[in-house]
């Protein structure tokens, strides 16, 4: 128990020898925004994620069987978004790659800006999903999914993948020590878990109760926060920012 709660506040408070530095507790935030993100997409946009490809590939299955209130077509343009993401995301791995710091900032900035338009765009109507807004939104979210994926996964923090805990989850079970294991990293893991939960709890009270705009308007605050931060926090010379071997 005592490593497990260790390893979280390290998690949450890194020292200032951490070779990840302020990553992590960043990172978990983001983990934060994808539970909002995939709320909001699977709840009010026609239940498609934006986050989760593993649930969009089996979504599209269904869809084409003919299983009812699933669409093929949101699926695919949510691949599509997330993967045009992903790909701009690769190429700011290259430009920045240099400087984990710089990565992450500029990413995030990029984030901050596309949540911005599904914010303006879900104001307009007032909340209410048109086909054009469930595009729209779809669209954005997964842009800024498939980038904040790729850059996650340059930036190579470990059990801090942002946006999937299939192999945290397996990790937690697998590398426990009551199955042999050496137990790494048990308390990051968790709270990655709880940071998922969190996102999604908060996400689908307010999309639930028709506060769409508000639960788009948190992740677009909390994007901007870690982009500031990141900023604030970045200088030439930090260890923490080298790229990892």
């Known amino acids: 128990m005592y490593r497990l709660l260790n390893d979280a506040v390290r998690t949450l408070v890194p020292a200032g020898e951490d070779r990840h530095g302020p990553l992590p507790p960043l990172l978990l935030t ?14 009010a946009l ?11 590939v089996v979504f599209l299955g269904f869809a084409l069987a003919g299983a009812a209130n699933l669409s093929a077509l949101a699926s ?3 691949m599509a978004a997330f993967l045009i993401g992903a790909l701009a995301g690769g190429r700011f791995g ?5 400087h984990r710091g710089y990565l992450l900032r500029t990413a995030t ?28 939104l779809i669209v954005f979210l997964g842009l ?3 980038l904040q994926n790729a850059v996650a996964r340059r930036l190579g923090v470990p059990d801090l993948t942002t946006t999937v805990l299939t192999l945290t989850l397996t990790g937690l079970a697998a590398d426990s020590t009551s199955a042999g294991g050496t137990a790494p990293r048990p308390g990051r893991r968790i709270l990655s878990v709880l940071a998922m939960f ?16 508000i639960t788009l308007g948190l992740a677009l605050l909390l994007l901007a926060v870690i ?16 790229p990892q071997s």
Do not use: C, I, K
């Open 76 to 78: 695919v343009v949510a």
């Open 30 to 43: 983001l983990t934060v925004v994808t539970g909002l993100v995939d709320a909001v997409s699977y709840l």
């Open 46 to 56: 026609g239940h498609v994620f934006v986050a989760n490809m593993t649930g969009n």
């Open 109 to 136: 900035a990029v984030q901050t800006v596309l949540a911005a338009v599904t914010v303006v765009v879900a104001a307009v109507t007032d909340g209410r999903v048109t086909t054009g807004v469930q595009y729209t």
């Open 144 to 146: 800024g999914m498939g």
């Open 227 to 242: 982009s500031v931060t990141t900023h604030r926090l970045s200088t030439a010379e930090a260890p923490w920012a080298r």
């Open 94 to 98: 290259t430009r920045f790659a240099a």
């Open 198 to 213: 969190l996102g999604a709890l908060v996400g689908a009270q307010l999309v639930l109760h028709g506060h769409l705009v």
